[in-house]
């Protein structure tokens, strides 16, 4: 597989614990929010989807926040495990190509 | 990855020569797109399709083509390669529009030496 070694904010949260990724998106037409994670060696994989008629929305073990008004998106993992380390992207579209945020590294402290 | 496969996954070519990339779906997706992916930059788009034979540009297609001739295909090729070129190339595939989410596939490192 294939990653990018990229020089990213970084997120070490313990194993067990609550993780919150961040993510400010820029255009205020954009109405459906894409998570993506990266595994290193790996193409991003698809998490959670939000649609700008909503504020949250959750999956398994995973929450996503939308807050149109200042234009800020989270991503929640719960009991955040080893698997969960990866770079996590948000994703922005307003039915254009999807325009990608640089992401954020997470990293689980066994 | 979705029956989504890249070829080759390595490739290591010098300035000046073509190169192309393959991507191959076995999803019946009417979208398919090629991104690259380089440090502080993120995913950027190179080229996208909604078609067989319909294409379009994506933010960073300067020095690369596209053709789509089967639903199953996208290739993307680089006429004369840079250096500026070395990356790690994503291609993706969407179901029914452009504003819904995208599966990508394993990725290819290209380095242009």
């Known amino acids: 597989g294939e990653s990018v070694g990229l020089h990213l904010p970084t997120l070490s949260v313990q194993e067990g614990d609550n993780s919150i990724i961040n993510c400010a998106y820029s255009n205020s037409a954009s109405d459906y929010f894409i998570w993506y994670k990266q595994e290193s060696g790996k193409g991003p994989q698809f998490i959670i989807d939000?649609?700008?008629?909503?504020d949250k929305r959750q999956g398994q073990r995973v929450t996503v926040l939308l807050n149109k008004t200042v234009k800020h998106l989270s991503l929640q993992i719960a009991a955040t495990q080893p698997g969960d380390s990866a770079v996590y992207f948000c994703?922005?579209?307003?039915?254009?190509?999807?325009?990608f945020g640089k992401g954020t590294r997470l990293s689980v402290i066994a | 990855d979705a029956g989504i496969t890249q070829s080759p996954r390595h490739k290591v070519t010098e300035t000046g020569t073509p190169v192309t990339l393959r991507c191959h779906q076995t999803e019946n997706h009417r979208y398919m797109y090629w991104y690259r992916q380089d440090p502080g930059h993120g995913l950027r788009l190179i080229h996208y399709s909604y078609g067989v034979k319909d294409t379009d540009k994506g933010e960073v297609s300067d020095g690369y083509s596209v053709s789509r001739s089967k639903t199953e295909d996208f290739l993307l090729t680089l006429e004369s390669a840079t250096s500026s070129q070395t990356s790690v190339y994503f291609c993706?595939?969407?179901?029914?529009?452009?504003?819904?989410?995208?599966?990508f596939g394993p990725g290819t490192r290209l380095t242009v030496t």
């Open positions: 994703a922005e579209t307003g039915n254009t190509p999807l325009v």
């Open positions: 939000i649609r700008s008629n909503m």
């Open positions: 993706a595939i969407g179901r029914t529009a452009l504003g819904n989410e995208q599966y």
